[in-house]
Each structure stands twice: as structure tokens, then as C-alpha cells.
């Protein structure tokens, strides 16, 4: 069966310090791959999405970049980071253009 | 106008309720449609999956697609607290098949 991985599950980092989540599917090839931020009480925001290694589309200009440096593997980062950057991070992944899956989420806190 | 429109709440019943959730869109070419349950500070779970128009029950679920009226619905049966979560609809189609258009979310209370 697939299974999302997605962590650090808490990250609190200093403004201007760096980013890096991470998030890895199991049991499945050539996923789609979706980064979303969700702030609290609210819908969640699409900031990336991948069809295929190499290959990111992004949908909200903003400090943050996504790689995709193998099938599986799904990055998120950040040179610098604001006090803006806080919220929640989820990372998903759809078989198709289907449903999506979601993993557990990395709440980040920007001090 | 949001492509997706879906009633925040909060909406509050008590236990072994019916309870009814909806979400209205605007995009015809919308073709698969999902409820998503959210708990509190967890990423959200597929609830029910649906393409094109229709019923679909899965035990105390079911969920509903009505084209014409570009609206879906889902029930819950016999309410539980632990059916307290924040529910998002979720559909995609057309020029969007590589993304899904979500609701904001409902955030739906069960008290015992």
C-alpha cells in the first residue's frame, strides 16, 4: 500500500534562518506531488505541485521553493525565512487526477 | 466569486443527529469530487470519493453530486463526537485536472 512521510511534524526557526521539509511517497511511481499551506481556521492554499522529477509549478509568488530531486521525493525551501512563513505545511500526493493523500502536516513557527 | 463555496460554520448538533454538509461550485467541467475530514493540527483524511454525478455511501457516509445544480452534499448518519473535525470538499476537472479546487472548510461540532 502507499504511504506520505512528511516531517519535521514541529519546526520552529528564527526569521531569516533557512527551510528545508522534506516529504517521500512509498508504494507508488511518478505521484503527482503537492505542497499546501493552510493558515489557521482557514482553506488550504496550493503553493506547489509537481507531475514529474525536475518539473514544479508554482502557483503563489512567495519565499519559498519546492524541488523534486527524485520520483518520490517532494522538497520544500527557503533561503530566508519571514514571520509570514508560519503556518501549517502539508504535503500530498495523487495517483492521478484523482483524490489526493495527505501527510500529517509540519506546523512551522517563524520567531 | 470563489470557485468553490462552502459555509464555514461552525455547525453545532447534538449526538446521533443527521447531519448535512454542502459545498457549491461554479465550474462545469468539475468531474471528481471529495470530502476530506480534518482534525485539529492533523493533515486531512479522504472521506469519500466521487466522479461525475450520483450517490455514495460507505457506513454512516454518503455523499451526493448533483451536476445540474453544481452541488454536493455529504451525510453523516448517527452523528458521533468524534465526528467533530473540520470537513473540506475537494473537486477537480477540466482545466484544473492537476489541481484540486478546495472548499474552506466546515468545522462541524457533535455535542454528546
Known amino acids: 500500500s502507499q504511504t506520505i512521510h512528511q516531517w519535521p511534524a514541529t519546526l520552529v526557526q528564527p526569521v531569516g534562518s533557512p527551510l528545508s521539509l522534506e516529504c517521500t511517497v512509498e508504494?507508488?511511481?511518478?505521484?503527482?506531488l503537492y505542497w499546501y499551506r493552510q493558515a489557521a481556521g482557514r482553506g488550504l492554499q496550493l503553493l506547489f505541485y509537481?507531475?514529474?522529477?525536475?518539473?514544479i509549478s508554482s502557483e503563489v509568488p512567495q519565499n519559498l521553493s519546492a524541488s523534486r530531486p527524485q520520483d518520490r521525493q517532494f522538497i520544500l525551501s527557503s533561503k530566508k525565512l519571514l514571520l509570514s512563513d508560519s503556518g501549517f505545511y502539508l504535503c500530498?500526493?495523487?495517483?492521478?487526477?484523482?483524490?489526493?493523500?495527505f501527510g500529517q502536516g509540519t506546523r512551522l513557527t517563524v520567531v | 466569486q470563489k470557485e468553490v463555496e462552502q459555509d464555514p460554520g461552525p455547525l453545532s448538533v447534538p449526538e446521533g443527529a443527521i447531519v448535512s454538509l454542502n459545498c457549491t461550485y461554479s465550474?462545469?467541467?468539475?468531474?471528481?469530487f471529495m470530502w476530506y475530514r480534518q482534525y485539529s493540527r492533523k493533515g486531512p483524511e479522504l472521506l469519500m470519493y466521487?466522479?461525475s454525478s450520483g450517490n455514495k455511501e460507505d457506513g454512516r457516509f454518503t455523499a451526493q453530486v448533483d451536476k445540474s445544480s453544481k452541488y454536493i452534499s455529504l451525510f453523516i448518519r448517527d452523528s458521533q463526537p468524534s465526528d467533530s473535525a473540520t470537513y473540506l470538499c475537494?473537486?477537480?476537472?477540466?482545466?484544473?485536472?492537476?489541481?484540486?479546487?478546495w472548499g474552506a472548510g466546515t468545522k462541524l461540532i457533535i455535542k454528546p
Open positions: 475537494a473537486m477537480s476537472g477540466g482545466d484544473s485536472n492537476y489541481q484540486l479546487i
Open positions: 465550474n462545469s467541467a468539475f468531474q471528481y
Open positions: 466521487t466522479y
Open positions: 508504494g507508488t511511481s511518478n505521484p503527482n
Open positions: 509537481s507531475v514529474g522529477i525536475g518539473q
Open positions: 500530498a500526493w495523487r495517483p492521478g487526477n484523482t483524490e489526493a493523500f
